[in-house]
């Protein structure tokens, strides 16, 4: 705000500058590479949020008002909600760990605006203590966009970019760095001077067959097919589309020879949800996960099946639909494509979504059985985790305190001096999971941002080497703990159940009328029992 001729507007198409706009009282200007342009009296200090109704100058369509507005701390970007559940920023810049809209939706960049897009309105909104923040509505609904880059990716934003519909974007850096690396290979092709792993020799135990140079390219194509033996039961499709993320993520960063189609197509094939047919049963783990990506790339080639539109089909049928040619792959390509952990760590990444959802559930279904059972809830005061800070321990005390505040069934007087284990020492049991939770993510966003494949392609360094990222180990002990931690969940819960059908503290006995004429939840508990 001011008299300043010259404001760059960032996040609209690209920066445009505007000139010789002085504004004759408090305005807004917004000026796109379309030619729209929209001036807005705004008096900064009367707007109000009130989902849309009663904002100075806000222009909503009939069946989406703006809910939710939110600032950051660091003050570097705006998020804007509404009720159709669509969500934007202004700015580009990461998100801060546990920024969120009072929604609970983290939110992701903005794609420039479409053809016949203009700004249908602007929001500037006082917020607390926090200064000032604008928000823009657009007349078109807004498509996330993520840009495939070397900023780290988590965890959250790979659940966010599967929740949203987000579609990928290649970044400079990431495109960049592809293409300097298949230019120091091809470079390096034509006078290596020794047999290199993969790229002039065959696979496996043929590694010591060298490849005339006018079949390196057959050679690739050969190993994909004849890697891609799988069975068993098909992988989920979302576990698929995280394996296509992950994928794209690990070959942006420049190490490992592919071209760049090869890497846009795998994007293509994310953003059209065009998921390739994988089998679970395959791979070893310690030579990677041979068969079960080279499932997911035989669609690159034109064969293999996908999942495309509700329905299984030819990959070379989906591709003439979409005028898309299959790729002739170059020399590593295919073992760039094949070599790595993507099946694991998307297994991996799934898990870790439910199993922080199922952590809450515990949480909020522990709370109604402590209830229920008539618990105390002193247990669970600050006062007995701070002299054992587990983290976990910590957390999940102040979550029951919160989930049970205002409850008067916890406030009423207590007859018992202390309740079951199940019960008292909920904190720690369920802490020790979300301990483990955490440990277990913070190893997996490690792996998800790695480069997996073999050999390994330095073109800074002038070197190709032949190693072992692809090998599973690092992901298989954390996902066995993992395991642990998910299981002493359900172990604890399964003893609050039966905690719960025993007839005590004056609840009846399985929980139902007429005990004996009828046996309520006796043999719900039986099944909770066979499962731990």
């Known amino acids: 705000y001011g008299d300043d001729r010259r404001t760059s507007i960032e996040n609209v198409s690209g ?7 002085i504004p004759e009282e408090t305005c807004m200007y917004t000026y796109t590479t379309m030619g729209y342009i929209k001036r807005q009296p705004v008096d900064l200090f009367a707007t109000q949020n009130r989902g849309g109704r009663g904002v100075k100058g806000m222009t909503r369509r009939e069946d989406d008002v703006a809910e939710t507005m939110f600032i950051a701390s660091s003050h570097d970007y705006v998020m804007f909600l509404t009720t159709k559940g669509r969500a934007f920023r202004l700015k580009g810049y990461e998100i801060p760990e546990g ?9 992701v960049n903005l794609l420039p605006l479409e053809n016949g897009e203009k700004i249908s309105a602007m929001l500037s909104v006082p917020a607390d203590d926090e200064g000032k923040y604008l928000c823009m509505f657009t007349n078109i609904k807004f498509t996330m966009n993520h840009i495939i880059s070397h900023k780290k990716l988590t965890i959250d934003h790979v659940k966010s970019l599967l929740a949203e519909g987000t579609r990928l974007e290649l970044g400079k850096e990431a495109e960049a760095a592809i293409v300097k690396c298949r230019r120091f290979l091809d470079t390096k092709m034509e006078d290596i001077g020794r047999p290199v792993y993969g790229v002039t020799t065959g696979f496996g135990s043929l590694c010591n067959i060298t490849i005339p140079a006018e079949d390196l390219s057959q050679l690739q194509h050969n190993l994909v097919m004849s890697h891609a033996c799988g069975t068993g039961e098909t992988v989920r499709p979302e576990i698929v589309k995280i394996m296509l993320l992950l994928k794209v993520q690990s070959l942006s960063y420049g190490y490992s020879g592919v071209q760049l189609i090869t890497v846009q197509r795998l994007m293509d094939m994310f953003n059209n949800d065009v998921l390739p047919v994988v089998y679970q049963q395959g791979s070893l783990g310690a030579s990677g996960d041979l068969a079960p990506l080279a499932h997911m790339c035989l669609p690159l080639i034109g064969m293999g099946e996908v999942y495309y539109n509700g329905s299984v089909r030819p990959s070379a049928e989906v591709w003439a639909e979409l005028g898309w040619e299959p790729i002739k792959l170059q020399s590593k ?20 979504i439910q199993a922080e959802r199922l952590s809450d559930w515990a949480d909020k279904i522990g709370a109604m059985s402590l209830e229920a059972f008539d618990g105390r809830i002193e247990p669970f005061y600050p006062q007995v985790h701070e ?7 910590i957390e999940t005390a102040e979550h029951f305190r919160k989930l049970l505040e205002g409850s008067e069934i916890i406030k009423q007087k207590k007859v018992h001096v202390q309740d079951p284990y199940s019960f008292r020492c909920i904190p720690q049991v369920h802490g020790a999971s979300k301990d483990t939770i955490r440990y277990v993510k913070s190893v997996i966003e490690t792996e998800i941002n790695s ?11 002038d070197l190709i080497i032949s190693a072992g990222n692809f090998h599973g180990q690092p992901i298989a002990i954390p996902m066995d703990m993992l395991t642990i931690a998910l299981s002493e969940l359900s172990n604890i819960s399964e003893r609050r159940i039966y905690k719960l059908i025993s007839g005590q503290r004056g609840l009846p006995n399985f929980l139902v009328a007429k005990p004996g004429l009828n046996s309520g939840f006796m043999i719900p508990q039986y099944t909770a029992a066979s499962i731990v």
């Open 451 to 461: 480069a997996t494949d073999n050999p390994t392609v330095f073109p800074d360094e």
């Open 333 to 352: 390509e295919g073992l760039a494509l094949l070599n790595g952990t993507q099946f694991m760590s998307s297994h991996a990444v799934w898990s870790l």
């Open 15 to 21: 920066e445009v500058d505007i000139e010789d706009l």
């Open 99 to 107: 920024s969120k809209t009072s929604k609970g939706m983290n939110i």
């Open 387 to 393: 002299v054992r800070p587990h983290k976990g321990q």
